[in-house]
């Protein structure tokens, strides 16, 4: 098994077949990947509009395309790059201009290719988050913009991505074992990878409402807003342009 879907040493997941498995609950707004859908949006206010016709955005390790309708409704033309071919094929559905079967580390374009370049959710089910930080880096154009969000290298994050959200049987809580707190991402080391690429990301904390989390619980919400929180120690979100 390559080295690429989270075969570390002492790590055994396969992330990849995770989200293969997963692959029919995407868009399910009670699914087990729903809580990505509420930080997609969130992932959405940090994304400037397209500034000419044909703009385009590289959405790293897009899964089933969560942030597609966000990207298309920015004016960008969206480029997909997962490795699990059955989320691309949903992000086919969710309007990626054209998806790529590709290692987040290893990307397959240009060096300056895109406008913008997202990736959500994806540095901490990586071995190696900082080479994919540069690979964004890379494939971005001076000027552009990077977006990256992730879980911080905390106790706190271990104890909520873990603990709890695994662990507490609400409707969009993850299976066991999605996440491997040894692959949560140090913050001050992901700003100076990116900042060796030429870009300067701040950081921003985000969290779900707490009210909505009670009231989707409870079935009466669709989808929690996820909000900007001061403490960037459990969820984050990096975002800056290119020198
Ligand atoms: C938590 S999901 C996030 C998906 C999407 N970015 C979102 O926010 O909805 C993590 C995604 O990373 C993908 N992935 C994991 N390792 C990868 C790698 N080395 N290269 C490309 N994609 C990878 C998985 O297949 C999965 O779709």
């Known amino acids: 098994m390559s080295a690429h879907n989270g075969h570390l040493p002492g790590i055994r997941k396969d992330f990849i077949s995770d989200y293969d498995g997963l692959a029919g609950q995407w868009w399910d707004p009670r699914g087990a990947l729903a809580p990505l859908g509420w930080i997609a949006r969130a992932r959405a206010d940090y994304v400037p509009a397209a500034r000419h016709d044909g703009a385009l955005l590289l959405d790293i390790a897009c899964g089933g395309g969560l942030f597609g309708p966000h990207a298309v409704a920015k004016g960008y033309r969206a480029v ?31 060096d300056a290719s895109f406008d913008v370049v997202t990736a959500g959710q994806c540095l901490e089910h990586v071995p190696d988050p900082f080479a994919v930080v540069a690979e964004a880096c890379r494939v971005l154009r001076p000027g552009g913009t990077l977006v990256v969000d992730t879980i911080a290298d ?35 080391r992901l700003v100076r990878a990116a900042r060796l690429h030429g870009v300067e990301l701040r950081l ?3 969290r779900p409402r707490l009210r909505d989390m009670a009231r989707y619980a409870a079935g009466r919400l669709e989808a929690v807003r996820i909000v900007r929180t001061k403490s960037t120690s459990v969820l984050y979100l990096g975002a800056g342009t290119k020198k």
Do not use: K, M, Q
């Open 80 to 110: 997909g790059a997962d490795l699990s071919e059955l989320s691309l094929r949903e992000a086919r559905r969710h309007g990626y201009a054209e998806t790529v079967r590709a290692d987040a580390a290893g990307l397959p374009f240009g």
């Open 154 to 188: 905390t106790r706190a994050a271990r104890f909520v991505s873990v603990t709890l959200a695994e662990n507490v049987p609400i409707p969009g809580h993850p299976p066991r074992g999605t996440h491997d707190h040894r692959l949560f991402v140090n913050r001050e």
């Open 204 to 206: 921003h904390g985000l």
